[in-house]
């Protein structure tokens, strides 16, 4: 089922699109596993770095739509069952599993025969507002929420050095 967005520019055919491809990932885990699973609704309400997430407990999917229009049948064939894949896998094990653990993994393999990727290769939407943070090995950049919650006292550590990061300058001011 599919939940509309209030933006113009989803299209019907994408809708569509998107609606068949997560009808057919459950048709096949149903195959596989022998099982009648509760589908899920759908949205294009996903924004921000990731190219869909899913919300477990209102089995709901959102995918985001500037992603899919940069390749759709790409998107199709990988972000929708890695999403579709979290809600058998919750359906079946419930919160008791890893996200990304070797029951998701199973089923990216063995119903979708996919690599259980984690990422994604598609271009991420400008930010609005971004924020520029150093550590020791390089420069990183903040979205507006992880900057307002460092300037509250979250520390941020880098991934690579270790080091914590520091706030250098907001790039939306530097442009004007």
């Known amino acids: ?9 989803v ?7 998107l609606q068949k ?6 048709q096949l885990a149903e195959a596989f596993f022998n099982h009648k699973f509760h589908h899920s609704h759908c949205n294009f309400k996903q924004r921000g770095r990731a ?11 959102r995918f985001n739509h500037f992603m899919f229009q940069q390749n759709p049948v790409e998107f199709l064939n990988t972000v929708v069952p890695h999403e579709v894949a979290h809600i058998i896998v919750y ?3 419930g919160t008791s599993v890893r996200p990304h653990g070797k029951e998701w993994q199973a089923v ?4 979708y025969q996919l690599p259980p990727n984690r990422t994604h290769a598609f271009e991420v939407p400008p930010l609005k507002s ?3 943070y150093a550590c020791a090995c390089r420069q990183h950049e903040f979205t507006k929420r992880r900057h307002s919650r460092a300037q509250k006292g979250v520390e941020y550590i880098c991934k690579e050095c270790h080091a914590c990061l520091t ?8 442009e004007r």
């Open 1 to 9: 089922m599919f939940e509309p967005m209030s933006t113009k520019t």
């Open 11 to 17: 299209t019907d055919s994408e809708i569509i699109a």
């Open 21 to 26: 491809k997560v009808e057919f990932c459950f």
């Open 51 to 61: 190219a869909g997430t899913a919300h477990l407990q209102k089995n709901e999917l």
């Open 91 to 93: 359906q079946i094990y």
């Open 108 to 111: 990216m393999r063995k119903v």
């Open 130 to 132: 971004s924020y520029l």
């Open 167 to 174: 706030f250098l300058k907001d790039l939306h001011q530097a």
